[in-house]
């Protein structure tokens, strides 16, 4: 993630130079949706088109990435116990359900090791120290349970490609891939990387996806934006015996994405047939390509991951085969060479009409370093700008370090211009499931609201109208919802309600599909 923003800025030359504050939130955007209406009996069903305010959108994805490689958010530090270990990562999560976050992207392979129980990869060195030492645990189920029990998504993060940090293949455990197949292995610019063009590769790679999903209860499986290697000056990207074997007369170029989509294909077909409703998605590098190389291309002038890592994201989303994508945006407004009012509105236009969501990759971690990230506002304004698109459905910020920090304040400002509201995780066409029936037999007492449990629920959305009154559009946005519960043990459900009015209860599947509203409950 960290090395995308930087060789942007570094392969062009250019410089942060910055405009305007924040843009103030504008008025409200009505649109046309289909929403609740009350009945005759004050049942509340679908059937009206109700405007909604782009304020307050009902679903929304917020996300933050944890980074495990080289330490980076999650263990602070190799070696630590388990419990302090654990301590650190409900404090990630917490902190993200205080900003009313629904989504986590965990890094558990960062180079060809695992952060759970492999039988087909060694243990990650940056739970012990050592490449290969058992921790003591199964860090997995934890960081799952722990994620659902507090109402976010867990997407597990892998890394394709990346082999070892280091050259010396024979410093890997002596499970490792890597050893038991060196021919795999392409050294490039200091580490060691799968050849892509390998069949064998793919179906490894494949294999290890299978393998989480099978086991694991994960929600999504995410690739992030490490494909063929970032440029290195002077290095030659070795795989001209691979080339030769399957190139079959197209240029090297070609090739090389082709055997990326090859293995985006196979991951997604095998994610989906292993668990239908597991999502599958990719957080591409910013810039596809310049319009300077491709008339189709953005107005940017920084690096073509195209061209430069071989990574064709319009053919991904094309194709249908990924569920989602999420751009890294890594840069502010106003930034010539790749500013984000002209990055941001590319992609909504490449995803329009084709069922693939996309969220914005958000440089948190940018946050304060200099230029325009000075201006505690500027990532708050990126939001404001994703308003007028309509294609835009969330975002995912880099990363969790700087969640816990709040650097500049710049979270708070986010909290308060854009997530008033909990939102409802979006819904992506063709991953099946099924709205749960509405929970029955809604109880108020004093303070406490309480409704029987339904069956194949996984949380609870709590809508509170102040007037008592809900009306035939009172949940068509998120004005009025005040808490999605995660679903607990036992045949009732509980939430407390804090304040007067009329109080309405949906149910909600894993993936989002909500049922019709209770009738309402007066406070």
């Not at 009206?48 to 495990?68: E, F, H, M, N, S």
């Not at 630590?80 to 890094?107: C, G, H, M, T, W």
């Not at 021919?183 to 390998?198: A, E, R």
């Not at 979006?426 to 309480?450: D, N």
Request: glycine share 10%; hydrophobic share 40%.
């Amino acid at each position: 993630m960290l090395a995308a923003a930087a060789l942007a800025v570094v392969t062009t030359g250019a410089a942060y130079t910055f405009g305007p504050s924040a843009e103030p939130v504008g008025a409200a955007a009505a649109a046309a949706a289909t929403a609740p209406t009350v009945g005759a009996a004050g049942e509340v069903s679908a059937t009206a088109a109700c405007p909604v305010d782009a304020r307050y959108p009902k679903r929304q994805l917020r996300g933050i990435w944890i980074a495990t490689t080289k330490n980076i958010d999650w263990p602070s530090r190799t070696g630590l116990p388990v419990a302090r270990q654990q301590a650190e990562y409900v404090r990630i999560l917490d902190s993200a359900v205080k900003r009313r976050f629904n989504a986590v992207f965990v890094q558990v392979r960062p180079a060809s090791d695992a952060l759970y129980a492999s039988a087909m990869e060694p243990w990650s060195e940056y739970l012990t120290g050592k490449a290969g030492k058992h921790p003591g645990w199964d860090p997995l189920p934890f960081l799952v349970a722990e994620a659902h029990k507090r109402g976010l998504e867990f997407h597990a993060w892998l890394n394709p490609y990346r082999a070892s940090y280091g050259t010396d293949l024979g410093k890997l455990p002596v499970n490792h891939p890597a050893r038991i197949h060196p021919d795999w292995i392409v050294k490039y610019g200091g580490q060691s990387y799968y050849n892509p063009g390998l069949p064998q590769v793919r179906d490894h790679v494949t294999s290890v996806v299978k393998d989480v999903v099978s086991r694991y209860d994960v929600d999504g499986v995410h690739f992030d934006d490490y494909f063929y290697p970032y440029p290195v000056g002077g290095a030659t990207f070795a795989d001209n015996a691979a080339f030769k074997k399957y190139g079959k007369g197209t240029k090297l170029a070609a090739w090389r994405r082709s055997n990326v989509d090859k293995l985006i294909a196979q991951v997604d077909k095998t994610v989906h047939a292993t668990k239908k409703h597991v999502k599958f998605g990719i957080s591409p590098f910013g810039i596809w390509r310049n319009k300077s190389d491709d008339p189709t291309g953005s107005a940017t002038a920084g690096m073509s991951a195209y061209d430069s890592i071989y990574a064709d994201s319009r053919h991904w989303i094309r194709q249908g085969t990924v569920d989602y994508v999420i751009p890294q945006l890594y840069w502010p407004r106003g930034f010539k060479v790749a500013d984000y009012n002209t990055l941001m509105p590319w992609w909504a236009k490449e995803v329009k009409g084709t069922g693939v969501d996309l969220y914005i990759g958000q440089a948190l971690y940018q946050v304060g370093t200099g230029g325009a990230w000075t201006n505690p506002g500027e990532l708050a304004s990126h939001l404001t700008a994703n308003r007028k698109y309509g294609e835009v459905k969330g975002d995912v910020y880099f990363s969790a370090k700087q969640l816990l920090t709040n650097p500049l304040g710049a979270l708070d400002r986010i909290v308060k211009s854009a997530y008033t509201r909990p939102a409802l995780l979006p819904l992506i066409k063709g991953l099946g499931g099924q709205a749960p029936a509405t929970p029955a037999e809604v109880r108020l007492q004093g303070k406490s609201l309480t409704w029987k449990t339904s069956a194949n629920a996984r949380s609870y959305a709590v809508y509170r109208v102040p007037s008592g009154k809900p009306g035939k559009c009172a949940t068509a946005d998120a004005r009025n919802l005040v808490a999605v519960v995660p679903a607990a043990g036992g045949a009732r459900q509980t939430f407390a309600a804090a304040a007067g009015g009329a109080y309405l209860v949906t149910a909600l599947d894993r993936l989002g599909n909500e049922s019709a509203p209770t009738n309402p409950a007066l406070a």
